[in-house]
């Protein structure tokens, strides 16, 4: 990933390894802003601020190889992967605060980067900490480590649920809006009947005004069409009247034909043409008369039912269309509300039976997480063993939540009465035992700070086989930690790195021993301007010096140095151990070699 104008960052280059990368650096050098950048390629809410001083904008830049899932979202926005398959991420904010988001070469909103990001990056903050002390995130990572042992019956709960809330609040309205709803029927039921009395007919209002028109202009219309037709062919007396159209025609058409003249012999065949044409408007003219109708009576009929038609449209509709919409929308609401006994009592019958497969649906996916909780439970524990924390124990706690009295999630499970909500009928909690006799606590009551961060660490542990992010970054999650709980905080992350990408912020000289690569996040001076950050790898000698100023400001004296390659030879010999133990397939653990290049991973 590339990184220009953010923060303190001008401009830096970040070569990230597929497994273990550390990022170190003296406080206050911009460490953060490398996993704000990630933030930002993940769509992240952008933030003016975090444009550098002096800068027009900050740009982050990142290279993801990209799996079937990343591609699918690509050519969904008409994005273009490179010839390598690497899908190429940028997102720029200005000064003012506004962001641009570009993915394969097109503009695309930040969300797409978010739905990208939602498949292969997952960054993990101190403030996830927090997050896993509230239920429902707790409930989340016990559900996520589960897969779709959980995840299939709770799609068949869900979709349950939503028809048994239906039923129940159908009946319930039903019931106590008995009268109104009565009222209301009376009235759907009298517009049917007044609609039916009348029985109106599809498009009958435009044809009846038609048919009106025609009818009340009788005289005038057969007076227009008769002298029409006269002047075309004639009347009864010839004598009396002017010369019609077909006998000038064909006047013309003689004096053409005798004339012996070529150019005007092909005269004649046009006006054999018009000849044609007037005998047939004749014909029409004639067709129309016959049709014409006059009559009084019929007029009045005609105007009769338009004034039926009218007395519907002003209660129900505009048009007569409109009507029969009205009517056919009376019909399905009445059948919704039927209050008799019989129908209130099958609306029962149906909420009382979706009730039951609702309640067998929630025994399932509480036995689903029941046996997860264990696993996760019993994987977390032994990781905290690990974790300078031998005798800890973390329980996954699986517990069913009460149903207020009358509450309408009230849902009857076995003999008890539990809150049916959206993610079943279980209450989820992380609880701490940090020595053994001692009693279980809430992990936000019984741990401390230090302890939090080991905790949700040995989670991550655990869930590396069940997770399918394929990138992790940790930002300082390991504050509050020294000593032998730092050395395996540093040997978790490494091992984690054999299933994921792994990118670990961190003050922790323990942790950074074990990277696969060092990246230094140090300040320069350019000049007489401002110091600025950069991000430089560093070499072996360099990575030593850095460790020894991160063991004790040690890093220029041989005491310094040689504590620090005394740590990365620790490091080097517990990644080595743990490589032949995976080789020789310990379960729980995967290799390198069997889990490399089968993920996407930002390079």
Request: hydrophobic residues 45%; proline residues 3%; glycine residues 10%.
């Given at each position: 990933?590339?990184?220009?104008?953010?923060?303190?960052?001008?401009?830096?280059?970040?070569?990230?390894?597929?497994?273990?990368?550390?990022?170190?650096?003296?406080?206050?050098?911009?460490?953060?802003?490398?996993?704000?950048?990630?933030?930002?390629?993940?769509?992240?809410?952008?933030?003016?601020?975090?444009?550098?001083?002096?800068?027009?904008?900050?740009?982050?830049?990142?290279?993801?190889?990209?799996?079937?899932?990343?591609?699918?979202?690509?050519?969904?926005?008409?994005?273009?992967?490179?010839?390598?398959?690497?899908?190429?991420?940028?997102?720029?904010?200005?000064?003012?605060?506004?962001?641009?988001?570009?993915?394969?070469?097109?503009?695309?909103?930040?969300?797409?980067?978010?739905?990208?990001?939602?498949?292969?990056?997952?960054?993990?903050?101190?403030?996830?900490?927090?997050?896993?002390?509230?239920?429902?995130?707790?409930?989340?990572?016990?559900?996520?480590?589960?897969?779709?042992?959980?995840?299939?019956?709770?799609?068949?709960?869900?979709?349950?649920?939503?028809?048994?809330?239906?039923?129940?609040?159908?009946?319930?309205?039903?019931?106590?809006?008995?009268?109104?709803?009565?009222?209301?029927?009376?009235?759907?039921?009298?517009?049917?009947?007044?609609?039916?009395?009348?029985?109106?007919?599809?498009?009958?209002?435009?044809?009846?005004?038609?048919?009106?028109?025609?009818?009340?202009?009788?005289?005038?219309?057969?007076?227009?069409?008769?002298?029409?037709?006269?002047?075309?062919?004639?009347?009864?007396?010839?004598?009396?009247?002017?010369?019609?159209?077909?006998?000038?025609?064909?006047?013309?058409?003689?004096?053409?034909?005798?004339?012996?003249?070529?150019?005007?012999?092909?005269?004649?065949?046009?006006?054999?043409?018009?000849?044609?044409?007037?005998?047939?408007?004749?014909?029409?003219?004639?067709?129309?008369?016959?049709?014409?109708?006059?009559?009084?009576?019929?007029?009045?009929?005609?105007?009769?039912?338009?004034?039926?038609?009218?007395?519907?449209?002003?209660?129900?509709?505009?048009?007569?269309?409109?009507?029969?919409?009205?009517?056919?929308?009376?019909?399905?609401?009445?059948?919704?509300?039927?209050?008799?006994?019989?129908?209130?009592?099958?609306?029962?019958?149906?909420?009382?039976?979706?009730?039951?497969?609702?309640?067998?649906?929630?025994?399932?996916?509480?036995?689903?997480?029941?046996?997860?909780?264990?696993?996760?439970?019993?994987?977390?524990?032994?990781?905290?063993?690990?974790?300078?924390?031998?005798?800890?124990?973390?329980?996954?706690?699986?517990?069913?939540?009460?149903?207020?009295?009358?509450?309408?999630?009230?849902?009857?499970?076995?003999?008890?009465?539990?809150?049916?909500?959206?993610?079943?009928?279980?209450?989820?909690?992380?609880?701490?035992?940090?020595?053994?006799?001692?009693?279980?606590?809430?992990?936000?009551?019984?741990?401390?700070?230090?302890?939090?961060?080991?905790?949700?660490?040995?989670?991550?542990?655990?869930?590396?086989?069940?997770?399918?992010?394929?990138?992790?970054?940790?930002?300082?999650?390991?504050?509050?930690?020294?000593?032998?709980?730092?050395?395996?905080?540093?040997?978790?992350?490494?091992?984690?790195?054999?299933?994921?990408?792994?990118?670990?912020?961190?003050?922790?000289?323990?942790?950074?021993?074990?990277?696969?690569?060092?990246?230094?996040?140090?300040?320069?001076?350019?000049?007489?301007?401002?110091?600025?950050?950069?991000?430089?790898?560093?070499?072996?000698?360099?990575?030593?010096?850095?460790?020894?100023?991160?063991?004790?400001?040690?890093?220029?004296?041989?005491?310094?140095?040689?504590?620090?390659?005394?740590?990365?030879?620790?490091?080097?010999?517990?990644?080595?151990?743990?490589?032949?133990?995976?080789?020789?397939?310990?379960?729980?653990?995967?290799?390198r070699r069997s889990s490399r290049g089968s993920a996407p991973l930002p390079a």
């Open positions: 990933m590339r990184i220009r104008g953010l923060g303190v960052i001008d401009d830096a280059t970040l070569e990230l390894d597929a497994g273990l990368t550390v990022l170190t650096g003296e406080t206050g050098a911009g460490k953060t802003m490398v996993v704000t950048g990630l933030t930002l390629l993940g769509g992240g809410r952008a933030e003016a601020s975090r444009v550098a001083d002096g800068a027009r904008r900050a740009v982050v830049e990142g290279r993801f190889t990209a799996d079937a899932a990343a591609l699918a979202i690509a050519d969904e926005v008409g994005a273009e992967a490179d010839d390598d398959g690497a899908l190429i991420a940028v997102r720029t904010v200005g000064t003012d605060g506004r962001s641009r988001a570009h993915l394969g070469g097109r503009a695309v909103p930040a969300g797409v980067l978010a739905r990208l990001a939602d498949s292969a990056l997952a960054v993990h903050g101190q403030d996830d900490q927090l997050r896993l002390l509230r239920p429902a995130e707790q409930r989340a990572l016990l559900d996520r480590f589960a897969g779709d042992t959980v995840g299939v019956p709770l799609l068949r709960y869900r979709a349950v649920r939503s028809e048994w809330q239906a039923a129940a609040a159908e009946l319930v309205e039903r019931r106590d809006g008995a009268r109104r709803l009565a009222q209301e029927a009376d009235m759907l039921r009298h517009g049917l009947t007044e609609i039916e009395a009348v029985d109106p007919q599809p498009g009958e209002d435009r044809e009846l005004t038609a048919q009106a028109r025609r009818l009340a202009a009788a005289d005038d219309l057969r007076e227009a069409a008769g002298s029409a037709r006269v002047a075309i062919v004639g009347g009864d007396a010839m004598d009396d009247v002017a010369p019609a159209a077909v006998a000038l025609v064909g006047e013309a058409r003689h004096r053409l034909a005798a004339s012996g003249d070529g150019a005007l012999a092909a005269l004649d065949t046009v006006l054999g043409e018009v000849l044609a044409q007037l005998d047939d408007v004749a014909g029409e003219l004639t067709i129309y008369l016959d049709r014409l109708d006059a009559d009084p009576e019929r007029l009045a009929h005609v105007l009769g039912r338009q004034a039926e038609l009218k007395a519907l449209t002003r209660k129900y509709a505009a048009d007569v269309d409109g009507v029969l919409a009205w009517a056919q929308q009376a019909r399905t609401r009445l059948e919704h509300l039927d209050t008799s006994d019989d129908a209130l009592a099958a609306l029962a019958a149906r909420r009382d039976a979706l009730a039951a497969e609702l309640a067998a649906h929630a025994a399932t996916v509480t036995r689903a997480r029941t046996s997860a909780a264990e696993r996760l439970a019993d994987g977390a524990t032994a990781e905290l063993g690990g974790l300078a924390m031998p005798d800890a124990r973390l329980l996954v706690a699986v517990t069913p939540r009460p149903a207020v009295p009358g509450a309408p999630d009230a849902l009857t499970v076995g003999d008890a009465s539990l809150a049916a909500g959206a993610d079943g009928v279980d209450e989820v909690e992380l609880r701490l035992a940090a020595h053994p006799g001692a009693t279980p606590q809430p992990v936000h009551k019984g741990a401390s700070g230090g302890e939090r961060s080991r905790v949700m660490l040995a989670l991550e542990v655990a869930l590396a086989g069940a997770d399918p992010v394929p990138t992790m970054v940790f930002d300082e999650v390991d504050s509050g930690v020294g000593g032998r709980a730092a050395v395996e905080i540093g040997r978790r992350l490494a091992r984690l790195a054999a299933r994921h990408q792994v990118v670990v912020v961190t003050h922790l000289p323990q942790v950074a021993a074990y990277a696969d690569r060092h990246l230094l996040v140090d300040r320069a001076r350019a000049g007489d301007g401002p110091a600025r950050s950069r991000v430089r790898a560093l070499d072996e000698g360099e990575r030593v010096g850095e460790l020894a100023r991160m063991l004790a400001g040690l890093d220029e004296t041989d005491t310094g140095r040689a504590h620090a390659e005394e740590l990365l030879a620790a490091a080097r010999a517990h990644r080595e151990a743990d490589r032949r133990s995976d080789d020789r397939g310990t379960p729980g653990r995967a290799s």
